[in-house]
Every structure is written in C-alpha cells, then in structure tokens.
C-alpha cells in the first residue's frame, strides 16, 4: 500500500470482524509519505499483525516481501481500498477443505457505505455488460484472479517466484504463469470483496488507463493473451470519436450508431438499477462507464502503437 492510511483503517477494522480468526496479517507499506505505523498500532491487540516499511518499488515487491515474511501455507492478497466481509475467510477455508486446487480469487463489490460514485465505478467494473464477465464472474474457466482479491498456496510462490512485473498488470501477469505451470485456479463466488473505487472520475479513468496499458503488457510477455474481448473499449473510444464525423458521411449511418449507443447505455442503468436499487447509482453508472472504457482503451491503444508500432521497450 502507498499513503492510504485512512483506507487501510477500514481494510483492518473489518478483518477483526472474520468469522475465521486463524490467520495473521502483513501490512507492506510502499515507501509512504504517509506511514501507516499509528494504524498498525492500533489493532496489534485485534490481530496477529506485522507491518513492514521498504522504498517504494511497485506492488509486485512490496508482495513478494509480505511471502517472505508470512508463516502459513496460503498467502492472500487484499488492496489497502477493499473491505473484507465476515464471512471471507472462512469461505476459502471451507472451499481449500473440500476441494482441490491451488490458487483462487473472488468478484468485487460495492458495498452500502461507498459513495453513489463509488457505487457506480464498482459496478461498471464488475458487471459482464462492462467488462465482458472477465473480472471474476461466472466460471472459473481461464479466470485470473486480480490481487485486490487473490490467494495461492506456499507451494504456487515457491514454484513462480511471485510477481516479476513490479506494476501494471503484475497480478495478471503471474496468473498466467500459474496455469502454464498447471496450478489449478478456482473462482470462489462467494469470496468476494468490496472494492472501493477512486474517488473522482478523473482519477478513475487514470487507473483504468494503466489497466489498458498493463493488458499490453503482458501480451507481450504471453503470447495470445490479448483477446478480442481486450480490444473491444478501444474500439469503443474509437467510435466515440468518429461519431461526429458519422454525422458529415452519412445522417442514417449517424443515426443508427446513436441509437445503438443509447441503446447501450440505457442497459448498463438499466443493470446498474437491478443491482444497487439505486437511481443515482445508475444514471452516475453512465459517466462512469464513458470514464472506465475510454480509460482503459486510451491506455491499450497508446501502449500497443508504442509497444507493436513505434517498437519502445515496455
């Protein structure tokens, strides 16, 4: 984590709440300006926690020094802006007891007290509408978990490495190195997280840039790991701002893409109400899906011209 101190309060606030409570904590704090020891403090009564302090170097090591540190045979990973529900960790113990696989992760959520924004970034990034289902919905089948909501066994770490991007996509990246290595992943519906979002559009758009520009990334690294479904919000941005043009070629061509957008858009509140029971959630559902598709394809075409065209190094 890096100068969250108020976001982390929450993060261990509701970890003291698990309904599982054989489990310690590792608080890895990226070089902050904004130390987070005052808050660790508080709950060394709560929780069987360590903080550690390192530069800041990106969230793939300041990871992988948490396994170094950590005693048990499973590892999990939250980030500093999500909330834990009661129930988490006890889930995943159940599923580990039961079934057989070595690594997981979960969908995200909003949650009651996040912000009508909040609450609308959070459903346009977990809704199949938005995303095509591939952050954590439905089946398991080639799921990568994200590390807001990802654990793997001992063994997974000891045989990968852990991360070796030290940010953009390092999450990903290493998913796709535990199924090549023939790790079985699980998808655990039930052990989900809520994921507050920034807080600003703006600064929303900003993440999800770096989501794009991470995709490229590891297309690079893992060849065939770039999918249609990953190019379909540049084509969004692109068609956005071809429209106007539509309108000087052809008016019934302009026509028709406005009324296939407002179409779209229409069932994205439309979902966005079916879910959150909440008006302002899904008219604010709108801008934050321009924000989330336009981010993200922003940063996958700018990052693929200066990876597959201009040829720079990542």
């Keep these: 984590m890096y100068n969250r101190p108020d976001e982390l309060r929450e993060l261990l606030e509701s970890l003291t709440r698990q309904s599982y409570t054989n489990f310690e904590v590792l608080v890895?704090?990226?070089g902050s300006v904004r130390r987070c020891d005052e808050v660790v403090q508080h709950y060394t009564d709560k929780l069987n926690i360590q903080y550690l302090f390192k530069p800041n170097s990106g969230p793939g090591p300041s990871r992988n020094l948490g396994f170094q540190h950590a005693r048990g045979e499973y590892f999990v990973m939250f980030d500093s802006d999500c909330i834990i529900p009661e129930h988490y960790l006890e889930t995943v113990h159940k599923a580990l007891s039961k079934n057989d696989f070595d690594a997981w992760g979960g969908p995200d959520r909003g949650h009651d007290s996040f912000t009508p924004l909040q609450q609308a970034m959070a459903f346009t990034m977990s809704a199949g509408i938005t995303t095509g289902g591939i952050r954590g919905g439905g089946?398991?089948?080639?799921?990568?978990?994200?590390?807001?909501?990802m654990g793997f066994s001992r063994k997974v770490w000891e045989a990968t490495g852990g991360f070796r991007f030290s940010r953009l996509a390092e999450?990903?990246?290493?998913?796709?190195?535990?199924?090549?290595a023939g790790f079985r992943i699980a998808l655990l519906n039930d052990a989900y997280v809520f994921h507050k979002r920034r807080a600003t559009l703006g600064d929303f758009f900003r993440q999800?840039?770096?989501?794009g520009r991470g995709r490229v990334h590891v297309g690079r690294a893992h060849a065939g790991e770039i999918s249609f479904v990953h190019w379909l919000p540049?084509?969004?941005l692109m068609g956005m701002v071809l429209l106007p043009a539509l309108l000087l070629i052809s008016k019934p061509l302009f026509a028709f893409a406005l009324l296939l957008l407002l179409f779209f858009l229409a069932l994205v509140a439309y979902k966005a109400y079916t879910i959150?029971?909440?008006?302002?959630?899904?008219?604010?559902?709108?801008?934050a899906t321009f924000a989330q598709l336009g981010g993200y394809g922003?940063?996958?075409?700018?990052?693929?011209?200066?990876?597959?065209?201009?040829?720079k190094p990542a």
């Design 276 to 287: 959150t029971r909440s008006a302002k959630v899904a008219m604010l559902a709108l801008p």
């Design 171 to 180: 999450d990903i990246e290493l998913s796709v190195r535990m199924r090549k």
């Design 234 to 236: 540049a084509c969004f």
């Design 139 to 149: 089946t398991d089948r080639n799921f990568q978990p994200r590390s807001f909501n």
């Design 208 to 211: 999800v840039k770096n989501f």
């Design 28 to 30: 890895v704090d990226d």
């Design 298 to 311: 922003y940063g996958f075409l700018t990052e693929w011209v200066k990876s597959y065209i201009l040829k």
